[in-house]
């Protein structure tokens, strides 16, 4: 009984110890999480290809999810967002991928410096109030990101004929 009493004791003097130190450990995670919450995609360059992988059956969902974001960005007030509106395309490759799914290609051009081309968060921040909405229809879509290529144009090509 004594011995269990002395192990106590040590325990209740560990405590606060162990305590600080795990709270620390979480003010120590909140810069980390709030800098990821802060993150925004951006790109360098005058122009950007970013392809992505949509599930063959959530096509349609997707394609909303897009018309929903260019509505947004063309009804804008501000200013970067109606150049990215002006900027940003998306075209449907016309054959699926091996797997099956769709891949859609953001053209994006030309880049609007520092201006954030997260789908979501603009989504959020111009349609608060469809936020969950808006999130469940393009996590059902979304498959994968395929690849990112980011520069600057060097020429421009001849018209093609007929054009």
């Known amino acids: 009984m004594r011995l269990f009493g ?9 405590l606060p110890a162990f305590s600080q130190g795990h709270a620390r450990a979480q ?8 800098q990821q919450a802060a993150a925004k995609l951006t790109f360098e360059g005058d122009t950007a290809l970013w392809t992505v992988a949509i599930k063959p059956d959530k096509t349609a969902d997707f394609e909303k999810i897009i018309a929903k974001l260019h509505e947004g960005l ?8 109606k150049q990215q509106a002006a900027g940003w395309k998306v075209m449907k490759l016309a054959k699926p991928l091996p797997d099956g799914n769709v891949a859609y290609v953001h053209i994006i051009n030309p ?15 111009m349609f608060p109030e469809e936020r969950q909405a ?5 996590r059902g879509a979304f498959a994968a990101n395929l690849s ?10 001849a018209p093609a004929p007929g054009r």
């Open 6 to 14: 002395m192990l106590l004791a040590g325990a209740l003097v560990m």
């Open 27 to 34: 003010e120590a995670a909140q810069p980390q999480q709030q």
């Open 134 to 138: 808006l999130y469940e229809l393009y």
């Open 148 to 157: 990112l290529a980011v520069g600057n144009m060097v020429g421009a090509a």
């Open 74 to 81: 063309n009804k804008s007030e501000k200013a970067e967002q």
């Open 111 to 125: 880049v609007v410096p520092g201006a954030d081309y997260t789908v979501m968060q603009n989504l959020y921040d």
